[in-house]
């Protein structure tokens, strides 16, 4: 039976949006598969690790009568990809799906898809509904999401807070050692203010595949929940049970000293001071002294950088230590020309924000070098 006849492209775009929630070890071995079901003149992909779930359709021609297969993700896609850009057809005979395409032809076995674990999409009550541009959404998810633990014993640590409160949609991530909060507007105030945590895993694949344009993404959250529905892309996912960290408490107020830097060559020189850091601590000094800012790392092989750069202070010397792929990460993530940076002295907690704009905010802890 034809299952679908289109170019590859048509079957590998679509896979590949998927696939990136199968893992490569799991407990089930239906979870390495992919479930292809054909609905009509609609074919729809879908992908689950039983925490999250993603699926997409495509278009192009179909057979008769609608069935419904699994078959190992990785191979499909890797065929997919071996092949030239030309029509391909998958055909489904018996407990096999043959894959063809000019003189190529590959059969791969499946697995019933009865026995595939689909995720319940939550119902009507108890819901909350947000809208925002993915552009937006992208945005805010490139902001904060470097921010996030990664296996931490604090389990909660290892994902994303998303808090829908009035107009606001606000995204807060912290590995413990620095903090990232960013907000936007969302299309449609919210009259219940409403917080969940979003795990690591959901939070990477959504800044995968949002595009970068003004096409809404619609959030649905209830219960123990969260969908996520943008182009032909539906992800479901759980969230994170805990308590996120008080993050209002966490960035500090009324920090006296002020400087503002340009962006570029402040990352540049970041870099090039990071290669002579210490491989573990990767610890490096702000030092501020009469208009000038010295960025100086060592290592315990007794090498030093040193990099200079001209700024507007001219306050008491003042320097501080931070651990510097916390710096990159941040300034790598954002667009602005110029970053402000807030301090209060060597042993406080520092905040980089945007000038003229109150929407982002990134604290630091000191590091003891």
Do not use: C
């Not at 791969?108 to 993915?134: C, F, H, I, K, N």
């Not at 959404?137 to 999401?145: E, N, T």
């Not at 570029?264 to 501020?288: D, S």
């Not at 510097?324 to 980089?352: H, M, P, Q």
Request: charged fraction near 25%.
């Amino acid at each position: 039976m034809l299952l679908f006849n289109s170019s590859r492209d048509a079957v590998l775009a679509p896979l590949q949006a998927v696939a990136g929630v199968v893992e490569k070890r799991h407990t089930l071995p239906i979870l390495s598969n992919v479930l292809i079901e054909k609905v009509g003149e609609r074919l729809t992909l879908t992908a689950s690790d039983l925490e999250m779930q993603m699926r997409t359709v495509t278009s192009g021609q179909v057979g008769d009568g609608d069935v419904a297969i699994t078959v190992s993700a990785r191979k499909l896609q890797d065929i997919l990809r071996a092949l030239p850009d030309a029509d391909v057809s998958l055909v489904v005979d018996e407990r096999r799906l043959t894959v063809k395409a000019g003189r190529s032809r590959f059969q791969l076995m499946t697995l019933p898809a009865a026995d595939y674990p689909v995720m319940t999409l939550p119902g009507s009550e108890g819901v909350q509904r947000l809208t925002v541009t993915q552009k937006a959404f992208k945005r805010l998810l490139g902001l904060v999401s470097y921010a996030m633990a990664q296996q931490d014993i604090r389990y909660y640590l290892n994902g994303l807070l998303l808090i829908a409160d009035g107009t606001k949609l606000i995204l807060v991530a912290t590995d413990g050692h620095r903090l990232a909060y960013a907000e936007s507007t969302l299309d449609v105030p919210v009259h219940t203010k409403t917080e969940v945590i979003l795990p690591r895993k959901t939070v990477l694949e959504l800044g995968r595949h949002v595009s970068d344009n003004e096409d809404p993404v619609e959030i649905v959250l209830a219960g123990n929940q969260a969908v996520f529905r943008f182009g032909a892309v539906e992800l479901v996912t759980k969230l994170i049970d805990g308590k996120f960290p008080d993050y209002q408490q966490a960035i500090p107020q009324a920090l006296p000293g002020l400087v503002t830097l340009e962006r570029a060559p402040f990352a540049a020189a970041l870099q090039r001071v990071a290669i002579l850091t210490n491989e573990k601590f990767r610890g490096i000094r702000l030092a501020l002294d009469n208009d000038l800012l010295s960025i100086i790392s060592t290592n315990t092989e007794a090498e030093e950088a040193q990099e200079e750069i001209e700024v507007a202070y001219s306050g008491a010397r003042v320097e501080i230590g931070f651990n510097v792929g916390y710096l990159i990460d941040v300034l790598n993530n954002l667009s602005s020309n110029e970053i402000e940076w807030r301090f209060k002295d060597g042993t406080s907690s520092a905040l980089f924000t945007l000038p003229d704009n109150q929407e982002f905010k990134y604290v630091v802890m000191p590091l003891r070098i």
